[in-house]
């Protein structure tokens, strides 16, 4: 049983009137959600679904009972008073099952929530990158990826190996320089005898328009997330700029509105830099919100570094509670986070 598992049950255990008093923090956590759905089947990428449709209606109802769930436009008003323990639930990328299985639940609970959307991907109806090579993998006839100027030893494209190899394949891609990436998914495209994925496929993974637009007018709000989804801080500077001011003139021209809010691609530390948040803040955005774990306090955060915690398929209803009633556990801080479960165990061992 992991750290998280024993904490999730100490805190079941402890029954649902109690999250209030164990939830040992104030301040904003923001969730961060890909896609809803079932994973099982799917030819794309099985990483990108952070909850079913179930879980994810689950989830909702729990925070909307013991949190206080905000859009981004509350959060200035928040610096003020920054106790209380304000939740933000994000969703990045923009696919289709965003407005066909959440939006409904959120409606549903009153929940504001915010999307974050590839605006070519929208425009373009292409499929990610992560998701074709997904693809190309799992369907590959030849069983493996071969080494040779792109790889450093061959990889398997078993069954029983797909998963790492995508992973392996998805971490080469992040660490290319953006010129050679298209390069390297055409390349894999040979390699694994699969093809390109046809453009039917594509078509219908991303949201439209009216849809991102009826959600808006519904009270969701609405952020940029570039246009092709590049790791930002490995473009020059004036591309950068340019895939931030084009994302925001493409939210103003669909939705009538400036872009306020940014997510960046993959949200690591090194997904961003100086750069980056000079475009942001030339473009005007007001917040921009990063992907490697923790919450923040209005009253003292990094308005351009916004932490945000993932919420994955392995959060069961337990793990999800212990999630956000201890979001310290997924700071990237590891001295922190034992410290955190060691006191949070005494705490409830002591009641
Ligand atoms: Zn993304």
């Known amino acids: 049983m992991d750290k998280l598992q024993l904490v999730a049950r100490l805190i079941d255990r402890l029954g649902g009137a109690h999250v209030e008093k164990l939830a040992g923090w104030s301040g904003v956590l923001a969730l961060n959600y890909h896609r809803i759905g079932d994973a099982i089947g799917s030819p794309f990428d099985h990483e990108l679904y952070s909850a079913t449709r179930e879980a994810f209606a689950e989830q909702m109802a729990f925070l909307a009972r013991h949190f206080d769930v905000v859009a981004p436009e509350e959060l200035a008003g928040l610096a003020a008073a920054p106790k209380g323990r304000h939740v933000l639930v994000t969703f990045d990328d923009g696919y289709r099952d965003n407005f066909e299985l959440a939006f409904p639940v959120l409606r549903a609970l009153g929940v504001r929530a915010t999307f974050f959307v590839t605006t070519g991907f929208l425009d373009d109806r292409v499929l990610a990158w992560w998701d074709e090579i997904a693809w190309m993998v799992r369907r590959s006839p030849r069983g493996r990826v071969p080494a040779g100027g792109w790889l450093e030893a061959e990889l398997s494209t078993a069954p029983a190996h797909q998963l790492a190899t995508i992973h392996a394949l998805l971490r080469r891609y992040k660490s290319l320089p953006s010129a050679r990436c298209a390069d390297f998914v055409a390349w894999l495209g040979e390699a ?11 078509a219908e993974t991303w949201m439209t328009w009216d849809m991102v637009r009826e959600m808006r007018a519904a009270g969701m709000s609405i952020g940029g997330h570039t246009i092709h989804h590049p790791v930002l801080s490995q473009l020059r500077p004036e591309e950068q700029t340019a895939e931030i001011v084009g994302t925001g003139a493409r939210l103003q021209a669909e939705l009538g509105e400036r872009m306020r809010w940014f997510a960046y691609p993959v949200g690591g530390r090194e997904a961003f830099d100086r750069h980056t948040r000079h475009a942001l803040q030339e473009a005007g955005v007001e917040l921009a919100f990063s992907y490697y774990g923790g919450h923040g306090s209005p009253d003292a955060w990094d308005r351009f570094d916004i932490p945000r915690v993932a919420i994955e398929r392995w959060h069961d209803g337990p793990r999800f509670r212990a999630t956000v ?12 986070w034992s410290r955190r479960v060691r006191t949070t165990v005494a705490k409830l061992m002591g009641r």
């Open 192 to 202: 694994t005898g699969s093809g390109r994925c046809p453009q039917s496929a594509a």
């Open 325 to 336: 009633c201890l979001p310290s556990l997924y700071g990237d801080n590891k001295e922190r």
